[in-house]
């Protein structure tokens, strides 16, 4: 894919930009600074708290890197008539109605940062299957309440073919953002890298709410690393019913515990646990954050389309079900304390 409008675009950086960032949370915001401050031509969809806050003091970064730079933004996504890049980096609530507006623009390929594995079905149907690509991020951030986005994790932001293999565009896409500072590849097996993600994060993500602790101590807990295993069988069983290939390249080896015994995918678990009290002690999933800070949770798009296509697959996920309910009466509760 040729990117054609950096530079000799003949309307403004806000109708046509190279990249379009819908979203400008945490990893939305890393991702448009980095870009910005690269030279690229980018600009940020988002609603108008926002909006205020980057006018008045562009997208700030801080943690792993330290700048700010000046970014156009747009509250009215169908002002942009085409962009070659459309990244998604909202909270998955509401994203059907958020690309509504953009279904007119002239996108040159899409992909998603956000969680779960049905985020892909979104762009496909607003934009066409050819146009959208997957993809996964190991990159952490937290949107500050000033507005700075606090940069923390800087692995890799994957990206490639929901068909499989390694395109062209695939590899300029993240080479771009890889060279801008935010480390990325394309990778020839996405939706693979994708379910094995969402095979842990099923479960981690319930867990981090219900338990309102640091990720290394439910992990270490021999009965909460049952539970760990248990979901991340029932995902598995999910993907194969599906014919979708499973990786071990993954927050935990995911192939490999669908195919051990429970005792030896416990372990698995422990260990991981083990690794993040060592190495990240203070690490919280960003659905916790989320919690904490009274925010809506991203668990019907997640878990529980999850479960409804369990139901539709004919496969029992009754472990992955009863989180997904215990995390939606927990979230009732706390609403009506408020």
């Known amino acids: ?6 530079h000799d675009m003949t309307s403004s950086v806000e109708n046509s930009p190279k990249f379009a960032i819908l979203g400008a949370g945490a990893l939305g915001s890393i991702l ?4 910005v401050r690269a030279g690229h031509s980018v600009v940020m969809l988002v609603r108008e708290r926002r ?3 980057i006018r008045e003091g562009g997208l700030r970064v801080k943690g792993l890197v330290d700048f700010q730079v000046e970014v156009p933004v747009l509250t009215d996504a169908s002002q942009l008539r085409k962009a070659d890049v459309l990244v998604v980096a909202m909270k998955t609530t509401g994203t059907a109605a958020a690309l509504q507006p953009l279904r007119n623009a ?14 892909d079905d979104e762009l496909v149907d607003a934009f066409g299957r050819d146009r959208v690509l997957g993809s996964l991020a190991n990159t952490s951030g937290e949107l500050l309440a000033n507005g700075d986005a606090l940069f923390t994790r800087n692995v890799d932001l994957q990206v490639g073919e929901l068909n499989g293999g390694l ?22 097996d996405i939706v693979s890298l994708e379910w094995s993600k969402f095979a842990v994060w099923a479960s981690y993500m319930p867990l981090s709410v219900a338990t309102r602790s640091a990720t290394w101590k439910y992990l270490l807990d021999p009965d ?3 539970i760990v295993a248990r979901v991340v069988r029932e995902i598995g069983a999910m993907a194969r019913a599906q014919s979708i ?5 993954s ?3 995911v192939k490999s515990m669908c195919e051990e015994t429970e005792d030896q995918a416990v372990r698995r678990v422990l260990q991981a646990g083990e690794t993040f009290r060592t190495k990240a002690p203070e690490h919280r999933m960003s659905s916790l954050q989320d919690f904490n800070a009274g925010r809506p949770l991203e668990l019907e798009d997640t878990i529980g389309r999850a479960v409804r296509k369990a139901a539709e697959l004919g496969v029992a996920i009754p472990v992955a079900e009863s989180l997904y309910r215990l995390v939606r009466g927990i979230e009732k509760i706390a609403e009506k304390k408020e």
């Open 1 to 6: 894919m040729q990117f054609k409008y950096a």
């Open 32 to 35: 448009g600074a980095h870009l």
């Open 51 to 53: 909006a205020q806050q």
């Open 106 to 119: 002239r996108i040159g390929a899409a992909f998603s940062v956000q969680n779960g594995v049905f985020k």
């Open 167 to 188: 395109s062209p565009r695939a590899k300029e896409i993240t080479s771009t953002i890889d060279a801008a500072g935010v480390r990325s590849t394309a990778v020839p």
């Open 224 to 226: 909460i690393a049952i």
């Open 245 to 249: 290939a499973l990786s071990d390249d």
């Open 251 to 253: 927050m935990l080896p």
